[in-house]
């Protein structure tokens, strides 16, 4: 008989003791949407970069950070990318692709130029992109939101009734590790993804947005008996560790992008996190 023991991970256990500024600092992603530039943030944990482009009057390509070591960014690397904003185009190998509000696009390994534009300066496009390692190519590829099959979920009394359309996953094209979609809240409803849970094998990045000015999403976060919070507001993101719930409510309905990366892509890979078993 042979095992292989999982220690808790470090942060996971000093979770509870960190300030807000840490938590936050460490946690979440803000001021990544700016007009005119693209601003990305690596994150270590499977090696996550994620990123914000919102092209002007001219296009923005999309850049390889030094740090990368590559001689362009998907050099060794797959994306998959949002757009919350206008419609808009990017431009893949010089082969424009038209991106109305919601459409996601994959980006394989290999591609070497990546160029993004709005059809209009007054409404500007946003895409919001997620980056990960890819050990083999698999071909670009849109998707049109508008197309997509949403499942509905939750209960008026749960305050929690949604509609997840999964847009980057293994069942509509093949990926190394990124899957992405998106999640829209009915009016009156506050809650995602209660009861919450965990996936030891791979990380999540959760994307709000349509968070109204004034309003707040309240995420939850750390180990499921060591949960704390996060204030989050729009267009802010929050990096989810494999060992850490996800959760929110919000002051009103909202929206979030919902992105995973790691070992496995199976969408029901999780650990139950039962609510009478949270601290």
């Given amino acids: 008989m042979s095992e292989m023991q999982f220690p808790p991970s470090p942060q996971s256990g000093s ?6 500024d840490d938590l936050r600092a460490e946690y979440l992603a803000q001021d990544l949407f700016a007009n005119g530039e693209c601003r990305l943030r690596y994150w270590e944990t499977d090696r996550t970069i994620v990123g914000g482009i919102i092209p ?31 419609p808009g185009r990017i431009s893949v190998a010089g082969k424009p692709q038209a991106m109305a509000h919601l459409d996601a696009l994959y980006l394989g390994r290999g591609v070497e130029k990546v160029s993004f534009s709005s059809d209009s300066v007054a409404e500007p496009s946003r895409f919001w992109l997620l980056s990960y390692p890819a050990h083999a190519a698999h071909p670009s590829r849109h998707v049109d939101f508008a197309g997509s099959q949403g499942a509905k979920l939750g209960t008026p009394e749960g305050a929690n009734q949604r509609s997840l359309h999964k847009l980057i996953h293994p069942g509509s094209m093949p990926t190394c590790q990124v899957v992405m979609g998106v999640t829209r809240l009915a009016s009156g409803s506050v809650w995602n993804t ?40 729009d267009f802010e993101a929050v990096l989810v560790p494999p060992w850490s719930v996800h959760c929110g409510v919000g002051t009103a309905n909202y929206s979030f992008v919902w992105g995973m990366g790691g070992e496995n892509q199976e969408f029901a890979d999780m650990d139950p996190a039962p609510v009478d078993s949270l601290r």
């Avoid at 979770?15 to 807000?20: F, K, R, V």
């Avoid at 002007?56 to 001689?71: F, N, R, V, W």
């Fill in 56 to 86: 002007g009057a001219t296009p923005i390509d999309l850049p390889c950070p030094e740090g990368l070591k590559s001689l362009y960014f998907l050099e060794r690397r797959e994306a998959g990318i949002v757009n919350l904003g206008g």
């Fill in 194 to 233: 209660m009861p919450p849970h965990t996936h030891l094998r791979r990380s999540e990045v959760y994307l709000y947005f349509d968070v109204r000015p004034g309003a707040a999403v309240f995420h939850f976060m750390g180990a499921p008996q060591e949960t704390r919070s996060l204030v989050v507001r």
């Fill in 15 to 20: 979770i509870a003791s960190a300030g807000t």
